[in-house]
């Protein structure tokens, strides 16, 4: 089997670790050009050398230095940002979309070495009543060991609990891609990878293949969380997951698969309640059979309506790049795919807002790094061209989209460059 240049890219990543009021840097909003490109500036295959400010460990935290800025709106319209700087989370808000930032306010007292790269990343999510609420994942001192951390702001993200870790199995082992969703009542749902059952069964001298996907939830805003449960086991261990929240406020969960005879393919849970997941449903159907990792896990997000729709990735042999499907009967079937992307794309990210579905991901050329947006106007079956927002030669964050309730916006950073928000016409 020959595979294209970018999946042999995403899957080499395996050998290094698959198995990732003082004033503040102004986070850039630019209105969506009539023509497709706007220019930032190399995206690199390697994570660059830090340089000028970014390079003195003695510097004030700025988000540009930043390998990940992760934004989200609250209900009143305040745009918040969670970023790292040298082992330190920071959380930022801006009330102008962007044009100015408070300063930023530090999360985790204690330095850890928190992973914020690619798909992985500190998540935050704002409830009705504007407490805010973090997690991320924290690398441990043996190879590939990880923990989830969770932090939380009562008082509008002036200041952040002390974090603690979520996953109530402590060993020094995998517990990893964090997803945090919050429900209309101030739920919390906190998914993730963990190794546990991998482990058990080595040491049972049974064979495992891939994690388990386990949740934990609050009900008391993030005082308390209930005892780890398993949703699925055989999950792949290198795929970012995916959390939304259900028209009957309930979370719905997307991950990468390993189904019967090695195929990676996607899944879906819909839990009946907060803490009863129900049985899980296949998502897609390219039948990609790879004992690898492809690093690239889905998206989903569930209109008004009750419809959802769901973005991946494959690099099966016929059926090779991003697809798009929906389902009007909460994931138990999804709409014939849409192959919208092919070679050099990646990382899609999807939002439905009212009847309209926006959709985003990245290219890569060999050189220039692009940020292309989608949209539907009618629940995802027709779409427009794709339009290119942003692209740059320098390496570059994922793509993601926002909205304020109004608009909707690309959000997306260029590495040692400043963070963008690009409203999409």
Same mark, same amino acid.
């Given at each position: 089997?020959?595979?294209?240049?970018?999946?042999?890219?995403?899957?080499?990543?395996?050998?290094?670790?698959?198995?990732?009021?003082?004033?503040?840097?102004?986070?850039?909003?630019?209105?969506?050009?009539?023509?497709?490109?706007?220019?930032?500036?190399?995206?690199?295959?390697?994570?660059?050398?830090?340089?000028?400010?970014?390079?003195?460990?003695?510097?004030?935290?700025?988000?540009?230095?930043?390998?990940?800025?992760?934004?989200?709106?609250?209900?009143?319209?305040?745009?918040?940002?969670?970023?790292?700087?040298?082992?330190?989370?920071?959380?930022?808000?801006?009330?102008?979309?962007?044009?100015?930032?408070?300063?930023?306010?530090?999360?985790?007292?204690?330095?850890?070495?928190?992973?914020?790269?690619?798909?992985?990343?500190?998540?935050?999510?704002?409830?009705?009543?504007?407490?805010?609420?973090?997690?991320?994942?924290?690398?441990?001192?043996?190879?590939?060991?990880?923990?989830?951390?969770? $932090?939380? =702001? %009562? *008082? @509008? /993200? +002036? !200041? #952040? &609990?002390?974090?603690?870790?979520?996953?109530?199995?402590?060993?020094v082992i995998r517990h990893r891609f964090d997803s945090l969703a919050v429900?209309?009542?101030?739920?919390?749902?906190?998914?993730?990878?963990?190794?546990?059952?991998?482990?058990?069964?080595?040491?049972?001298?049974?064979?495992?293949?891939?994690?388990?996907?386990?949740? $934990?939830? =609050? %009900? *008391? @805003? /993030? +005082? !308390? #969380? &209930?005892?780890?449960?398993?949703?699925?086991?055989?999950?792949?261990?290198?795929?970012?997951?995916?959390?939304?929240?259900?028209?009957?406020?309930?979370?719905?969960?997307?991950?990468?698969?390993?189904?019967?005879?090695?195929?990676?393919?996607?899944?879906?849970?819909?839990?009946?309640?907060?803490?009863?997941?129900?049985?899980?449903?296949?998502?897609?159907?390219?039948?990609?059979?790879?004992?690898?990792?492809?690093?690239?896990?889905?998206?989903?997000?569930?209109?008004?309506?009750?419809?959802?729709?769901?973005?991946?990735?494959?690099?099966?042999?016929?059926?090779?790049?991003?697809?798009?499907?929906?389902?009007?009967?909460?994931?138990?079937?999804?709409?014939?795919?849409?192959?919208?992307?092919?070679?050099?794309?990646?990382?899609?990210?999807?939002?439905?807002?009212?009847?309209?579905?926006?959709?985003?991901?990245?290219?890569?050329?060999?050189?220039?790094?692009?940020?292309?947006?989608?949209?539907?106007?009618?629940?995802?079956?027709?779409?427009?061209?794709?339009?290119?927002?942003?692209?740059?030669?320098?390496?570059?964050?994922?793509?993601?989209?926002?909205?304020?309730?109004?608009?909707?916006?690309?959000?997306?950073?260029?590495?040692?460059?400043?963070?963008?928000?690009?409203?999409?016409?």
């Amino acid at each position: 089997m020959k595979f294209p240049f970018y999946i042999l890219l995403f899957i080499s990543f395996i050998v290094s670790g698959c198995a990732t009021d003082t004033p503040v840097t102004p986070l850039i909003v630019k209105e969506s050009p009539n023509t497709p490109t706007t220019k930032t500036d190399k995206k690199m295959s390697h994570k660059p050398p830090k340089k000028g400010v970014c390079a003195d460990a003695k510097a004030p935290p700025l988000s540009l230095c930043a390998d990940t800025v992760t934004a989200t709106f609250d209900n009143k319209g305040t745009l918040w940002a969670v970023w790292t700087n040298n082992e330190s989370i920071y959380v930022q808000s801006s009330t102008d979309k962007g044009n100015r930032f408070t300063a930023p306010v530090l999360v985790n007292a204690k330095p850890e070495t928190v992973a914020a790269e690619n798909e992985s990343r500190p998540k935050i999510k704002v409830d009705a009543k504007g407490n805010i609420y973090l997690t991320w994942v924290i690398t441990l001192d043996k190879k590939r060991s990880t923990y989830v951390r969770f $932090s939380r =702001s %009562t *008082d @509008g /993200g +002036k !200041h #952040f &609990s002390t974090p603690v870790t979520v996953n109530d199995n402590l060993e020094v082992i995998r517990h990893r891609f964090d997803s945090l969703a919050v429900g209309k009542n101030g739920e919390i749902f906190v998914a993730w990878l963990d190794a546990r059952d991998t482990e058990a069964s080595k040491k049972a001298g049974k064979e495992f293949k891939g994690l388990t996907l386990y949740y $934990s939830t =609050s %009900t *008391d @805003g /993030g +005082k !308390h #969380f &209930s005892p780890n449960k398993a949703i699925a086991e055989h999950v792949c261990e290198c795929c970012r997951i995916d959390t939304t929240i259900a028209s009957d406020n309930t979370p719905v969960v997307v991950w990468r698969h390993i189904f019967d005879g090695g195929i990676r393919d996607h899944a879906l849970v819909k839990f009946k309640d907060w803490q009863t997941p129900d049985t899980m449903q296949r998502l897609s159907q390219e039948n990609w059979k790879i004992d690898a990792c492809p690093h690239h896990g889905p998206a989903i997000t569930v209109a008004k309506s009750g419809i959802y729709h769901a973005v991946w990735f494959s690099g099966a042999e016929s059926k090779q790049g991003l697809f798009y499907g929906y389902s009007t009967d909460q994931g138990k079937h999804f709409s014939e795919s849409i192959n919208f992307a092919k070679e050099g794309a990646s990382h899609p990210f999807v939002l439905a807002v009212n009847k309209q579905v926006f959709v985003t991901w990245q290219t890569f050329d060999g050189k220039t790094n692009r940020a292309l947006v989608m949209k539907s106007n009618d629940e995802g079956k027709t779409w427009s061209a794709p339009n290119v927002l942003a692209e740059t030669t320098e390496m570059a964050d994922e793509p993601f989209l926002v909205s304020d309730g109004q608009g909707v916006y690309l959000s997306w950073h260029v590495t040692q460059k400043e963070y963008q928000l690009i409203a999409i016409q």
